[in-house]
């Protein structure tokens, strides 16, 4: 019995001890259990934390790359506008021949093409920077919005990363009564291992840690469940040549670059060109002036040796010593020396076929180094078959050794590419992430792509031959201008050949066309087919002197030249007449007969009309249809007059105060049209005024460009009306020309200007149908203007019988007579008013 109860004691113990050891052994596990989903959790957080702010750093990466790209076009813009005011200013305002004869055809080849080439390649520089800025700005605003983005947690994820403790029941019970410090599992068929294996630690501490088979089977469950879509939102979008071992906003970043590296490229190298094009063309260009114009042979050397020197300072700069094998661009600049020398020869004092020979040599010279400097610019600018691949240190440019660049222009292009791979000691939480999601680096489609497979899925902008649209660009212009160089050469060629015959020029001289048009001789020469060069002397002194001479002397000598008298020559040739009459009436009265005596027809008498009190008439406008006329005040006051029987009715104008005076008038078939000071303008409609007064308003089209800024405009103005179309001219003060304008609907538009037949303008007004301007002069003389082709005719002389009075305006009766106005100087006389 005591040893039943003995041993019913014993179990008891061994149970007691047992459930304690149990006990232990559950609280223990299950505060590990514990302590490890809380840490997971807490991992969870700060990995998403860390790939969340290395993002943003790589936002930075994709704007900052993108930045190097748009500010250095920029500056080539700035720079290449520039040079396109300058060189436009070199090709208009300086252009040589302007003043005094052109230089020799030979310079100003040497100027024309260089200044062509400019203009071609700071073209090309205009849009390689409008194409590479939009590109890069374009690309980086896509990655950044579609690609590169912030890795935040989904709702899903973070359900993923939370554990309930009551999940701690779903362990096995090897987990949950294991003893402390014996492994978790023992490596066999069935088992999983291979955890945190590729942890970089020392083996002192690897062998603290848990790794490999010996892990919590809590943790062989949360691996598998995390490596499923763990990070939904850093999923790859890489295609399979552009992955590599970098950050994959890198590697795609840089396989998007060559859709506009090569644009950004030559847009530096056509920079380059440009300036040496535009180098070589200043100088020639002061050759042509300072010797030709100013005869200043020494001080053209002084300009000739910094140009030199400053395109020897550029190949220097931009061209890598050594590239191309020999330096041949070396010879481009003594270009500028060989044409100097050349046109020294050309414009020696003294006429020498030694000096002249010498001068061709040289020309040839020139265009020989052109050619050559032309043919090495090719070789240098187009793109490396083998790039050399720089080191990517700091401060250094870099770009993968597979991009096919100029590498003669390597040190020069100052160009960036993302890295291929992150420096040591650098980690890519963001890439760890998507490698874990998909249990490794595993690359999307299945196999590592080979380097011809990157290399053709890079140079996927380039074209069908290899080459990108930039370079084919430059190629292009280069062969051009080789074009040109050799086509001079040619040229020039001819003409030393042509020289000293009869026709030393395949052109006429300067200004002048061919024999079959000569200016003259009007119509066409019989001779035509005679080689006579026009322009240079002509029989006496020409180069054709002596070749067919009878044949040029016979048909010139049957030639009758009869000039027409101008109108000045009229004019004069009245006056005389006029003074003439009183000697031939007195010869009359003394016994010539009656039909001898010479006379003109009187000068116009002026009519009797009495002007209302206190009107003082300034303008005069005439009606469409019947025998009236409108004079009219600078204030709005008027006279209605009408004719033969000069009844008068006075009116005002209601309306148009306010707006300055009244400049012009115009009496069609809807009423008068005024334009004041201001530049307003007045419709009045109505044949007639009513009950005195003459109802004015404010038309609704623009005003017209005459006011000055408190100043009254002082020049002449006429206007007119046909057909609702208003139109104007203009006479600014101390211009000696009209402007015509027409009125649209929000401006008025210049339809042309023409030289007013007077020296000195007094008035001006339009015919009814405003088919014809009346200009007269200061001393009466009246002239007509016809709109549609732009002559003239005299209408009424000059009229010097109305001493005391200034002519102020003149119209056109209905009946076609001309009806004149003329104020007084002082104010004790009164108007006339002639008709005649």
């Known amino acids: 019995?005591?040893?039943?109860?003995?041993?019913?004691?014993?179990?008891?113990?061994?149970?007691?001890?047992?459930?304690?050891?149990?006990?232990?052994?559950?609280?223990?596990?299950?505060?590990?259990?514990?302590?490890?989903?809380?840490?997971?959790?807490?991992?969870?957080?700060?990995?998403?934390?860390?790939?969340?702010?290395?993002?943003?750093?790589?936002?930075?990466?994709?704007?900052?790359?993108?930045?190097?790209?748009?500010?250095?076009?920029?500056?080539?813009?700035?720079?290449?506008?520039?040079?396109?005011?300058?060189?436009?200013?070199?090709?208009?305002?300086?252009?040589?021949?302007?003043?005094?004869?052109?230089?020799?055809?030979?310079?100003?080849?040497?100027?024309?093409?260089?200044?062509?080439?400019?203009?071609?390649?700071?073209?090309?520089?205009?849009?390689?920077?409008?194409?590479?800025?939009?590109?890069?700005?374009?690309?980086?605003?896509?990655?950044?919005?579609?690609?590169?983005?912030?890795?935040?947690?989904?709702?899903?994820?973070?359900?993923?990363?939370?554990?309930?403790?009551?999940?701690?029941?779903?362990?096995?019970?090897?987990?949950?009564?294991?003893?402390?410090?014996?492994?978790?599992?023992?490596?066999?068929?069935?088992?999983?291992?291979?955890?945190?294996?590729?942890?970089?630690?020392?083996?002192?501490?690897?062998?603290?840690?848990?790794?490999?088979?010996?892990?919590?089977?809590?943790?062989?469950?949360?691996?598998?469940?995390?490596?499923?879509?763990?990070?939904?939102?850093?999923?790859?979008?890489?295609?399979?040549?552009?992955?590599?071992?970098?950050?994959?906003h890198f590697n795609a970043y840089r396989e998007i670059q060559m859709e506009w590296m090569p644009y950004d490229v030559y847009a530096r190298v056509c920079i380059f060109l440009a300036f040496m094009h535009l180098t070589h063309c200043w100088a020639y260009l002061q050759i042509g002036y300072l010797l030709q114009e100013v005869r200043a042979v020494f001080a053209c050397a002084i300009v000739m040796l910094p140009m030199f020197v400053l395109q020897q300072v550029i190949l220097t700069l931009d061209i890598k010593p050594g590239a191309g094998g020999l330096p041949i661009h070396r010879l481009g600049p003594f270009g500028l020396w060989f044409a100097y020398f050349a046109a020294v020869c050309e414009y020696v004092r003294w006429y020498n076929p030694l000096v002249q020979a010498i001068g061709f040599v040289l020309v040839y010279c020139a265009y020989a180094i052109h050619i050559i400097y032309t043919v090495q610019l090719l070789r240098l600018c187009r793109p490396s078959e083998e790039a050399p691949v720089i080191a990517e240190t700091p401060g250094a440019a870099w770009w993968p050794g597979e991009w096919r660049l100029p590498s003669a222009f390597s040190h020069a292009l100052w160009f960036v590419a993302p890295p291929k791979e992150l420096e040591p000691g650098l980690n890519d939480i963001t890439a760890e992430l998507r490698a874990e999601q998909r249990g490794g680096p595993v690359?999307?489609?299945?196999?590592?792509?080979?380097?011809?497979?990157?290399?053709?899925?890079?140079?996927?902008?380039?074209?069908?031959?290899?080459?990108?649209?930039?370079?084919?660009?430059?190629?292009?212009?280069?062969?051009?201008?080789?074009?040109?160089?050799?086509?001079?050469?040619?040229?020039?060629?001819?003409?030393?050949?042509?020289?000293?015959?009869?026709?030393?020029?395949?052109?006429?001289?300067?200004?002048?066309?061919?024999?079959?048009?000569?200016?003259?001789?009007?119509?066409?020469?019989?001779?035509?087919?005679?080689?006579?060069?026009?322009?240079t002397g002509g029989v006496a002194a020409g180069p054709a002197k002596g070749v067919h001479l009878g044949a040029m002397h016979r048909r010139l000598s049957d030639a009758e030249f009869v000039?027409?008298?101008?109108?000045?020559?009229?004019?004069?040739?009245?006056?005389?007449?006029?003074?003439?009459?009183?000697?031939?009436?007195?010869?009359?009265?003394?016994?010539?007969?009656?039909?001898?005596?010479?006379?003109?027809?009187?000068?116009?008498?002026?009519?009797?009309?009495?002007?209302?009190?206190?009107?003082?008439?300034?303008?005069?406008?005439?009606?469409?249809?019947?025998?009236?006329?409108?004079?009219?005040?600078?204030?709005?006051?008027?006279?209605?007059?009408?004719?033969?029987?000069?009844?008068?009715?006075?009116?005002?104008?209601?309306?148009?105060?306010?707006?300055?005076?009244?400049?012009?008038?115009?009496?069609?078939?809807?009423?008068?049209?005024?334009?004041?000071?201001?530049?307003?303008?007045?419709?009045?409609?109505?044949?007639?005024?009513?009950?005195?007064?003459?109802?004015?308003?404010?038309?609704?089209?623009?005003?017209?460009?005459?006011?000055?800024?408190?100043?009254?405009?002082t020049g002449l103005v006429a206007v007119s009306r046909t057909a609702g179309a208003v139109q104007a001219a203009v006479i600014f003060p101390g211009d000696n020309s009209v402007t015509i304008f027409a009125r649209s609907s929000s401006t008025w538009l210049p339809r042309g200007e023409v030289r007013t037949p007077a020296s000195t303008a007094a008035a001006a007004h339009f015919s009814t149908s405003g088919s014809s301007l009346l200009v007269w002069a200061a001393d009466g003389s009246v002239t007509e203007l016809q709109m549609s082709n732009g002559r003239t005719s005299e209408l009424a002389s000059v009229n010097t019988g109305h001493a005391g009075h200034a002519w102020a305006g003149a119209c056109r009766l209905a009946s076609g007579d001309l009806a004149r106005l003329a104020v007084p100087v002082e104010s004790s006389s009164q108007a006339k008013f002639i008709i005649g």
């Not at 009869?502 to 052109?507: D, K, M, Q």
């Open 1 to 248: 019995r005591s040893l039943v109860a003995m041993a019913a004691e014993i179990a008891a113990a061994a149970a007691a001890a047992t459930a304690g050891v149990g006990a232990g052994l559950f609280s223990y596990n299950r505060g590990n259990y514990m302590f490890d989903q809380k840490m997971h959790y807490t991992r969870f957080q700060a990995g998403l934390n860390m790939a969340i702010a290395q993002t943003v750093i790589y936002k930075q990466d994709i704007a900052q790359l993108t930045a190097l790209t748009v500010t250095r076009q920029d500056c080539f813009h700035g720079i290449a506008a520039m040079s396109l005011t300058i060189l436009t200013a070199i090709y208009c305002p300086g252009k040589l021949g302007f003043h005094v004869p052109p230089p020799p055809g030979w310079l100003m080849g040497l100027e024309f093409v260089n200044l062509a080439g400019c203009y071609l390649f700071l073209g090309l520089t205009l849009w390689y920077c409008m194409h590479a800025a939009m590109r890069a700005d374009t690309a980086a605003t896509h990655m950044l919005t579609r690609f590169v983005r912030l890795p935040i947690p989904s709702q899903g994820m973070l359900d993923k990363a939370r554990k309930f403790l009551a999940s701690y029941e779903e362990q096995p019970l090897e987990e949950v009564f294991r003893i402390p410090f014996t492994r978790h599992q023992a490596p066999s068929g069935k088992s999983q291992g291979g955890y945190n294996m590729g942890v970089d630690i020392d083996d002192a501490a690897r062998a603290r840690s848990r790794h490999g088979f010996d892990v919590p089977a809590w943790y062989r469950k949360e691996k598998a469940i995390d490596n499923v879509n763990t990070s939904e939102t850093i999923e790859s979008m890489m295609p399979l040549a552009a992955q590599g071992e970098g950050p994959e």
């Open 443 to 535: 690359v999307a489609g299945g196999g590592q792509p080979t380097a011809s497979d990157k290399r053709a899925d890079v140079h996927r902008a380039l074209g069908k031959q290899g080459e990108s649209p930039a370079w084919f660009g430059v190629k292009v212009g280069l062969i051009s201008l080789l074009i040109a160089w050799i086509w001079l050469t040619f040229g020039f060629t001819i003409e030393i050949m042509n020289q000293g015959t009869a026709h030393p020029s395949l052109l006429n001289a300067p200004g002048m066309p061919n024999n079959a048009r000569d200016p003259r001789y009007r119509p066409a020469k019989p001779g035509k087919s005679e080689p006579t060069e026009v322009g």
């Open 563 to 713: 000039a027409a008298p101008t109108t000045p020559m009229r004019r004069d040739i009245a006056n005389k007449l006029r003074e003439l009459i009183p000697h031939l009436q007195e010869m009359a009265r003394l016994g010539a007969p009656e039909s001898a005596i010479l006379s003109l027809p009187p000068a116009p008498a002026a009519a009797e009309v009495q002007w209302p009190a206190m009107f003082q008439p300034q303008l005069l406008t005439c009606g469409a249809q019947d025998q009236a006329a409108v004079a009219l005040s600078r204030h709005g006051r008027g006279a209605l007059l009408a004719t033969p029987t000069l009844h008068l009715e006075s009116f005002v104008l209601h309306g148009v105060a306010g707006h300055g005076t009244i400049l012009a008038a115009s009496w069609d078939i809807e009423g008068l049209l005024l334009a004041t000071t201001t530049g307003d303008v007045f419709e009045c409609a109505g044949a007639a005024p009513t009950a005195g007064k003459w109802a004015c308003k404010l038309s609704t089209g623009p005003k017209l460009p005459i006011a000055t800024v408190g100043k009254p405009f």
